[in-house]
């Protein structure tokens, strides 16, 4: 998802300023959380509503075309599992486009190829190709 607000500000659709109150907002620091986002979203967290980093947060989802996610409270999938598995989808996100974006976000070659043995296991003992099942409700 940084990436994609990087982008986002790279190609002029959203500030760096909403770029940055919107990463504060979602915990940048370490990993991007979701939960107050989509809390609020669905207004569970109203008093977040109305905050300016909330707002940047809502413009830069936009500007993404992320903020049309739908997202059910009728379904014991938590709200944040359900933001990232659409988000993935939207964005077509998977093992393969991973692999392929892997040397932008492991830049240590040693730390690479660790993350590869580990991708490479995980395949094997899968059965070889990535597969992708979406399970109807």
Do not use: C
Request: aromatic residues 8%; charged residues 25%; hydrophobic residues 40%.
């Amino acid at each position: 998802m940084k990436l994609n607000i990087e982008q986002a500000v790279e190609d002029g659709k959203v500030s760096n300023d909403d770029a940055q109150a919107a990463l504060k907002f979602l915990g940048a620091k370490r990993h991007l959380s979701l939960t107050n986002y989509v809390y609020a979203k669905k207004g569970i967290r109203k008093d977040l509503q109305n905050g300016q980093d909330y707002q940047a947060t809502e413009r830069v989802m936009t500007a993404m075309g992320a903020n049309e996610i739908p997202l059910s409270t009728l379904t014991a999938e938590p709200l944040e599992n359900q933001f990232w598995s659409a988000f993935d989808q939207l964005f077509n996100l998977t093992e393969v486009s991973m692999r392929e974006h892997m040397p932008f976000f492991i830049t240590d070659p040693n730390n690479r190829m660790k993350v590869q043995a580990i991708l490479d296991g995980r395949r094997d003992a899968v059965g070889g190709a990535e597969e992708t099942k979406q399970l109807s409700a």
